[in-house]
């Protein structure tokens, strides 16, 4: 059997502005080591409202969320905080890198953060994965130097930096043009297949989701096929 | 998360926003050196004005007063132990304010390690003879060199030299006040009445001014054996023993030591000029009020710089947290940035508030009434230094508190979701 690394257990979410609403109904699956699954589903079905969820920054449900074995529930924020650096790479879809710092910094800082190597060794990992993705000559540029799609690659490099458990992204492409959402889509396929990366890549794109391992489609807050 | 990567990012935030930066470190600076200035200024002309009188005077005087016995006739029965005494006959002894034993007690004084120095004084009743009017007035017999060593007599007198009044019998040196009335000169002789009316001829040989004028108007100094002359009495007699302590803070209760020792009235410093410190303390008061509120209000600058930063860079707070960075982790980012702010500002406040003293200390400043001012007095005393850049620090600590606060309470899922 394949190792769990993520559990959804009955998540229910409700919205209570202007009047309450349950977005979330009875959310429950779980991902396996290595899966490349995307979600899809009309606008305004409860998406992104899952992935916040699920990647810890939304706290506010009801239900279980497992990672990596452990339940969520009663997290305090800096453990949370601690999860998503350690487990979880994020990727959404306006790139979101801070313009303060250059490519190779925003890459570093989660790595920084999480403190496991020296920052050598986190620059030394941090050009490693920015030459994986085919920019390791925009190291030193400032962010608002790049195209969009070098800049989603960066992003993609900076989620990557703690090898993560699982990388999540919220509409990735949805800011692409066709060819840069085929680079973008190619490159997760490559961490699928040859590093055994788990992926969980919300989209809007039928012809990607296609092409991964499972889909699992949302309709008003349920899933209605996975 | 490391010191050094909370430094990096604050850095870096701080980078981005060059110019307000520039503009909140500018208001503690600001501050700071008004601050700085403004002390040193104040507490120098405190110590100036207290100088004026308390460098003048003895930490512990010795003296006689003519007082009323204490033990009437009547209280010596014990049948009216319970009843009020209305019958004081016995009246004060003539007025004899001799220090007895004097030569005992000066012993005993030399011996004591705790006095730094001892000058005796004669103080005594005249008349300067003006033309037909009598002025009235009093000279100080002194020891010169116990007086100079002790009090710096020599900065006070302005014309003629100190050393003469011992060289030469017979002579005075007038408060710069009584001369012009009496239009005297150096090596004039003037005359005056004692008290028990003799007239005595003095040749002056310098005059003085300490910058109280009602002192300068009437103060005259002759040595101790011109006065005793001009008394009459004989060389052990000595009104005034003035003492100065190794450790002025001491003199109440070492002069309560030597009353009942030495069986003598004993007038501590603390005693004699509790108004003095209490202007002093009321000149402080205003300056650390000043300083504060000029950093307070800095402060207030921090603050908005601050906000603004942090609502300008709401979506890289959203990005770090949601990359992994807790709220206390900003939160110290932005702590780190309100305290690089405060301790920048505040140690350029330090250095420009050393150079504005020494720019005050050089000003000119010549009065009449204090002969040894020549500049603009300034105390530079570490103090101020010290608790300046604690207040820099402090204030934008508090001032960037609640930004802090602020920042890392963002919830990113709102930030992200707004894009
Ligand atoms: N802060 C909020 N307060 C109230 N309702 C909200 C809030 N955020 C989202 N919603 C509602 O929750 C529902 C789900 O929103 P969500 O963003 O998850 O949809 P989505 O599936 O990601 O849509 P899209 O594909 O357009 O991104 C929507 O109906 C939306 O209006
Ligand atoms: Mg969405």
Redesign the interface.
Known sequence: MKNKILEAKKIVKYFHDPMTIKVLNDIEFSINQGEFISIIGRSGCGKSTLLYILSTMDTDYEGELIIDGVSMSGKKEGDLAKVRNEKIGFVFQFHYLLNEFNVLKNVMLPGLKLGKFSAKEVEHRAYEKLRMLGIENEALKLPNQLSGGQKQRVAIARSLINDPLIIMGDEPTGNLDKKNSEIVFDIFQQLAIEFNQSLLIVTHDNEFAAKTNRIIEMEDGKIIRM | ??L??TVS?AK??L??RFKQTMVAAVGVTFSITMFIGLLSFMSGLNDLLDGLILNRTPHIRLYNEVQPSKIQPIDRFKEFSHSHNFVNSVKPKSSKVEIYNYGAIYQALKKDTRVLGISPKIACQVFYNVGASDLSGNINGIDVEAENKLFSFSEYVVAGNLIDLKNTSNSIILGKGVAEKMLANIGDVIQVTTSKGELVQLKVVGFFQSGLKDLDNVQSYASIETTQKLLGVSKSYITDIQIKLNDMTLAPAIAKEYREIFEVQALDIQTANSQFETGSFVRTLISYTVGITLLIVAGFGIYNILNMMIYDKM??I????????????VNRIFITIALSIGFIGGFFGLVFGFTMSALIDQIPFNTEALPTIKTYPINYNPNFYIIGGIFSLITTYFAGYFPSRKASKI???II??G?
């Not at chain 2, 959203?318 to 982790?329: P, Q, R, Y």
Request: aromatic fraction near 4%; charge should be positive.
């Open positions: 998360m490391s050094s990567l990012i870096s935030l980078m981005a979506d890289s959203a990005i770090l947290k949601a990359t992994g960075f807790s709220g206390k982790d919830d990113p899922v992200i979701r894009k």
